[in-house]
């Protein structure tokens, strides 16, 4: 325990996030309070099992508690789950992600804010999931849109097996989806309301994206801009099928490999340029000065995929 520490609390958080997601087995806030004062209190026994024991169960009860929110979450009177049903509404949000095209729609996550009845607007919270069917619009975290939808509760089909839907959003803390027909109506009251550092970066991507766009063919710009901004979404289905069967798909994804690309094409750069300068070499250490210098760039490029 005193070489390493870590793997107890780890096991038993992985234990105490499993148990709630496989078999919805959570633990009540207030039993994490009592296990937090139990566990100190073995500090002063002897015995390191029984404090052994007592850390578990907080880290358990810990990763139990953290997915209450998600997969049985309580919802305020305003959530804009209350007002799902058959009645198109006027809503408004926020969107808090960076929206995903693909070839022909694609998704847009939103922060509901208001919901318009006739005249009367009645303020809402909640997360939103808006599907498009067909077209593209220039959207960025942080812009005010409107449309018009009903709104519906994720749900499964029933079928064994099937992929969990319903619990992938909650996940993401969505409890509402929407339907719009086109991207046209959408439309867009004010851009760059909220998180201004995403907006930046989501609409430097799109420009990009869109420079790719104009200089190479619509194939190879799709798949460059997959390769560089994880804009996979926009890869024609024949092009994807063609990366499946020979099993390199998975490069088509911003993973940590292209991170490390970045991070070292950027070293190398920088080391081959500080080789070449006496009064770096004799006055600095080249290796760890460079090596501080590619964590802003790392991050730069994080944000700029998303």
């Known amino acids: 325990m005193s070489q390493r520490p870590l793997p107890i609390p780890l096991f038993s958080l992985i234990a105490g996030i499993a148990a709630a997601s496989q078999w919805d087995f959570f633990v009540p806030a207030p039993s994490l309070y009592l296990l937090l004062a139990v566990c100190l209190c073995a500090v002063f026994f002897a015995r390191r099992a029984l404090f052994l024991l007592c850390l578990s169960l907080c880290f358990f009860a810990a990763g139990s508690g953290a997915m209450a929110p998600l997969l049985e979450p309580s919802f305020p009177d ?10 198109p509404l006027v809503i408004e949000g926020i969107i808090d992600a960076r929206p995903e095209w693909r070839e022909s729609g694609g998704r847009i996550y939103l922060r509901a804010v208001r919901i318009f009845r006739g005249k009367i607007a009645e303020q809402v919270s909640g997360r939103i999931l808006l599907y498009i069917g067909e077209g593209h619009a220039p959207l960025a975290s942080g812009d005010l849109v409107r449309f018009i939808s ?15 839907y319903e619990r992938y959003l909650a996940f993401r803390k969505v409890h509402a989806t929407a339907f719009s027909r086109t991207a046209a109506e959408v439309i867009l009251i004010r851009a760059g309301i909220a998180y201004p550092l995403q907006n930046f ?11 790719i766009g104009l200089l190479l063919p619509a194939e190879e710009s799709a798949v460059l801009r997959a390769l560089l901004l994880g804009e996979s979404g926009l890869l024609p289905q024949a092009t994807r099928d063609l990366y499946s069967r020979t099993g390199v798909n998975h490069i088509l994804s911003i993973s940590g490999f292209h991170v490390g690309v970045i991070a070292l094409f950027f ?14 070499l004799l006055r600095a250490n080249p290796r760890r000065t460079i090596l501080l210098l590619s964590i802003p760039v790392v991050l730069f490029y994080l944000f700029l995929t998303g």
Do not use: H, T
């Open 78 to 87: 305003n959530s804009v789950v209350g007002f799902a049903g058959e009645e």
């Open 201 to 211: 970066m989501d609409r430097l991507a799109a420009d990009l994206g869109n420079r």
């Open 150 to 164: 009903r709104i519906s509760r994720p749900r499964n089909f029933g079928i064994p097996g099937e992929f969990d």
């Open 267 to 280: 070293f190398s750069l920088l080391f081959c340029a500080a080789r070449c300068s006496e009064f770096l």
